[in-house]
């Protein structure tokens, strides 16, 4: 018996796709001919876009592990599936933390008067609000030291990072956190997921989810750093809108399908469906997204 898992068959199969039409397997009693006949090159494609329009915020995307938009792709792949011939198509319940991440917006005046709004991605953590009225202060790398002489009680910090040189954002987030600050916005200066000024990008945080924080494209942050320094307080007023939540024991589920052949060797194949941004499978598509 062999067997397939369609996710990833899809995402190694992509690099062929041109299209995006789907050809009906012909009548056959090798059910491994009849999938090859089922997955021509040109069906991944299919596969790939569906499971890219899976997502809790309409402009980012994100289908992440529990969230409704990855509840949904289960079932889409479940189909998908047994519509290409697999056999013993299950669905494996599973518990885990789950994230539902439907947008995070950040307003401001800028400096001659005009209002501003950012489009933010955020790190799985928990924080909601529509339109607070916050502080919004910088305080560099966000280290203890960038926080000696500052009052980061209730305001929102802006700190500049770079998670392949430095360190982690849960290092920072919570730093902050232990300031009494509301959340951190990073601006990802350098190193993974990031391509350019407008690029934006977000990874695992590995931290508590009460230490929230958001990122901004390195354009948005040098325009946020520059509103701050010309402040006489050195802080600006911004309107955070965010919707991040956090649930524990949430339910997701683990997609099989079997392709019987003529021996008894199993080959495994196997990844994760969930993804940031608008990506069909996260292995294949990268953590950024660029906002130009």
């Known amino acids: 018996m062999r067997k397939f898992n369609i996710i990833i068959l899809a995402a190694l199969l992509s690099a062929f796709a041109t299209g995006c039409a789907k050809e009906q397997p012909a009548e056959t009693t090798d059910p491994l001919e009849g999938f090859y006949q ?3 090159a040109d069906y991944p494609k299919t596969v790939m876009d569906a499971l890219s329009g899976f997502g809790t915020d309409p402009g980012l995307g994100f ?8 509840l949904a792709a289960a079932d889409y792949l479940c189909d998908e599936m047994e519509n290409i011939g697999l056999e013993n198509v299950t669905k494996d319940r599973l518990t885990v933390d789950s994230w539902e991440f439907t947008g995070a917006k950040l307003s401001f005046a800028d400096s001659d008067g005009t209002e501003k709004e950012i489009t933010m991605a955020s790190y799985q953590t928990q924080f909601e609000c529509d339109g607070e009225e916050l502080p919004l202060i910088y305080a560099g790398r966000g280290t203890a030291a960038d926080y000696e002489g500052v009052d980061a009680e209730g305001k929102l910090v802006l700190i500049d990072i770079n998670q392949a040189e430095d360190w982690r954002i849960n290092w920072p987030a919570y730093q902050a956190k232990l300031k009494g600050a509301a959340a951190v916005i990073a601006v990802n200066t350098g190193g993974y997921y990031q391509y350019d000024k407008d690029t934006l990008g977000v990874s695992d945080i590995r931290g508590p989810s009460d230490a929230p924080a958001f990122t901004v494209t390195v354009r948005d942050g040098d325009t946020l750093k520059k509103l701050i320094a010309d402040s ?23 997609i099989t399908g079997e392709i019987v052949g003529a021996t008894d060797e199993t080959i495994c194949v196997a990844a994760h469906y969930d993804g940031y941004f608008h990506s069909f499978e996260d292995d294949a598509s990268g953590w950024g997204l660029s906002l130009e």
Not at 63 to 70: D, I, P, Q
Not at 232 to 254: M, Q, R, W
């Open 63 to 70: 289908r992440t592990s529990g969230s409704v938009a990855e």
């Open 232 to 254: 006489p307080d050195g802080e600006i007023k911004v309107a955070l809108t965010a919707n991040s939540s956090i649930t524990h024991d949430a339910e997701t589920f683990a």
């Open 38 to 40: 089922s997955v021509t």
